[in-house]
């Protein structure tokens, strides 16, 4: 085939690979190599072809074959890292990664970000801001590249070069709305020093409803409450936040449902039965809501020198996915992985984990509560720690994140209220059916009151010596990429505790749903409202 059909062949495929045509790009593909068996992008699009369709364990061969014919070339070198980690195959798809990033500077610099993001999603993040830095020699205006290392920054805990670096992408792209917010988020604002009206100005220019209001609003919501402008803040807050909930397509319902379906699927005839798991003590699954205290937990613990922190992965989930193949709908993924081989379960996920000296390590992926079924099953040895906080902080705490991706049901307060009682549902039933060697719940109000207390009952519920170095945990140089990065660079504060009670005019739907479920609503002092 002449190189010019080549060529616009394999345009046609990048184009139905586009717009998710994943069987056709597959058969173009396959004719295409008909023509041409070793073509190497063509058996590179074949592989992605197949991967939007599901069949991995056929996208890894087609990947592994692009790799032979071309092997330092970038694409297939990278779809074979994806699909190595997809799989569980970390330590490979790092080995690879690591060899692409030591080649990276041969090629043009958005590849040094393409390495970085990997390494980010790994956990990685000092070589994910080597990367960036490296990128940045290369095109020291570029505006994305120097966004993409003020995250980097931030999750080493490099706070003052974050900023700066988020002023000069504001400075170069003044529309880049999440670096406002993320700038936003650095640091407690003064009235010496805050943005408030250069957010506002920004705004001015900002067309009503659309996207970009979001992460603006937020920002002006969090510099007005650190100014104490309360009800500003709240208006500020209350439009981003509808406005972004009028962006998504999501049902609360849904999410209830499946909470109730996993409820019923493991119940106490489950927990009766006898489950073959894998035998590995290091897991430990810090769970809870977001913005409940379950990166200050992960900190303390982290802190230990026999305790190592994951982060928030998607480990358990791609595991239990891989196990239980395909599926129709969320109902019959719940009934299916009540039947799974718990001990290969087990087994894939720890395969992660690597084989390093730690006694424990730490995965604090909040919404790892849905799963607690399948963890002591799968991991009978695993140790599990829940954080509770009051429900009006909780949401309050959440509605005023910027989560963007993730939390669909934090954007407005019906939604809110409704999934925190569900939530709170699940759990009572998780704390009656669980071992209880193996679940350890505690409060965040409980936390910050007396730090070294419950500190010395985390560190003795994970079965590790005592060590002072948990009472410093902000000193912990450990990456953090949560919500709460910059917060845990901070000694413990207890100001959170009931700042839910600067809006009790604005929360009234929120407080009043609670109190129609009969949901208690705390007191600063921890005693119970009548």
């Not at 717009?19 to 699009?45: F, I, M, T, W």
């Not at 509770?388 to 705490?397: I, Q």
């Not at 409704?418 to 719940?441: C, G, N, S, T």
């Not at 929120?510 to 409202?529: K, S």
Request: net charge negative; glycine share 6%.
């Amino acid at each position: 085939m002449p190189l010019q059909d080549v060529g616009l062949a394999l345009e046609r495929i990048e184009a139905m690979l586009g717009k998710g045509e994943s069987r056709a790009a597959e058969n173009a593909a396959r004719a295409l190599l008909l023509a041409s068996p070793e073509h190497h992008d063509a058996q590179v699009l074949l592989g992605h072809a197949l991967r939007l369709q599901g069949r991995a364990g056929e996208a890894l061969d087609v990947a592994r074959h692009a790799q032979s014919l071309a092997v330092k070339h970038p694409a297939s070198r990278m779809l074979l890292i994806d699909l190595l980690l997809e799989q569980g195959l970390r330590d490979e798809g790092l080995e690879i990664l690591d060899q692409l990033a030591a080649d990276a500077d041969a090629h043009p610099p958005r590849l040094l970000q393409d390495v970085a993001q990997r390494y980010t999603m790994l956990g990685l993040h000092v070589e994910a801001e080597g990367c960036h830095a490296r990128a940045l020699k290369q095109q020291p205006d570029n505006a994305q590249f120097i966004y993409n290392h003020a995250t980097s920054l931030i999750a080493l805990g490099r706070l003052v070069a974050a900023e700066a670096a988020l002023d000069r992408v504001i400075a170069l792209k003044p529309d880049d709305a999440d670096a406002w917010y993320n700038r936003a988020t650095l640091r407690k604002q003064t009235s010496e020093h805050h943005h408030v009206q250069a957010i506002e100005a920004q705004l001015g220019k900002t067309p009503a409803g659309t996207a970009p209001r979001v992460a603006l609003g937020y920002a002006l919501a969090k510099e007005l409450e650190d100014l104490r402008e309360y009800p500003r803040s709240f208006a500020a807050l209350k439009e981003a936040a509808d406005t972004r909930r009028r962006h998504l397509r999501y049902r609360v319902e849904d999410d209830l449902e499946t909470m109730q379906l996993i409820a019923a699927a493991f119940d106490g005839a489950f927990f009766a039965r006898e489950h073959r798991g894998h035998d590995d003590a290091r897991p430990l699954f810090i769970v809870g809501l977001p913005r409940s205290g379950t990166t200050l937990v992960d900190r303390i613990l982290s802190s230990h020198s026999t305790i190592r922190s994951r982060g928030e992965t998607s480990d358990l989930v791609m595991a239990l996915v891989r196990q239980a193949g395909k599926v129709a709908n969320k109902a019959e993924l719940v009934q299916r992985s009540t039947t799974l081989d718990f001990a290969d379960l087990g087994q894939a996920y720890c395969a992660n984990l690597g084989d390093g000296p730690e006694q424990r390590l730490i995965d604090k992926t909040p919404v790892n509560f849905l799963y607690l079924g399948i963890i002591a099953a799968a991991l009978p040895n695993a140790r599990i720690i829940h954080l509770r906080r009051n429900p009006m902080d909780a949401c309050y705490a959440m509605y005023k994140t910027l989560f963007r991706m993730a939390y669909p049901f934090s954007y407005d307060l019906g939604d809110l209220a409704r999934y925190w009682i569900a939530y709170d549902r699940l759990m009572k039933h998780w704390k009656k059916v669980l071992p209880a060697a193996q679940f350890l719940e505690l409060s965040y109000e409980d936390l910050v009151a007396d730090q070294e207390g419950v500190s010395r009952r985390l560190v003795d519920f994970v079965g590790v010596p005592w060590q002072d170095e948990c009472l410093a945990f902000e000193r912990n140089p450990e990456p953090s990429l949560t919500a709460s990065a910059a917060q845990v660079r901070q000694p413990i504060y207890t100001s959170s505790v009931a700042l839910w009670r600067r809006y009790e005019n604005e929360l009234v739907p929120l407080r009043a749903a609670f109190e129609a479920a009969g949901v208690a609503i705390e007191h600063p002092d921890n005693g119970a409202t009548p």
